[in-house]
């Protein structure tokens, strides 16, 4: 994940925990400010927290879940898994 910051031009990143077999697809900003990012190379979506500058980890249902789409509400985010014919929730409730 990259960040631009246009006040100062400058750029920060963050690898995915997944590795070099990495392959980011997805990504999806909530309401608190986090970055939800599908990784097709682990079968796993990734929720990123800027302010504490880390990663946690929700496994697919299956293998070759392949999220292509990342959509929420306010409490709720919807990993559409296209390979599974399936939708997983995530209920992030009042704390996230």
């Known amino acids: ?12 990143s963050w690898p995915l925990p997944s590795g070099a077999g990495a392959s980011a697809y ?13 990784d097709f190379g682990s079968d796993t979506v990734y929720r990123f927290d ?20 990342i959509l929420g509400r306010p409490g709720a985010v ?7 014919d399936r939708i997983a929730v995530v209920t992030t409730g009042p704390t996230g």
């Open 1 to 12: 994940l990259t960040v631009h910051d246009p006040a100062d031009n400058s750029w920060r």
């Open 26 to 38: 997805a990504v999806y900003v909530d309401e608190t400010d986090r970055v939800w990012v599908s």
């Open 50 to 69: 800027p302010a504490s500058e880390s990663f946690e980890a929700f496994a697919n249902s299956a293998a070759d879940g392949n999220v292509r789409q």
């Open 78 to 84: 919807f990993l559409p898994e296209s390979g599974r």
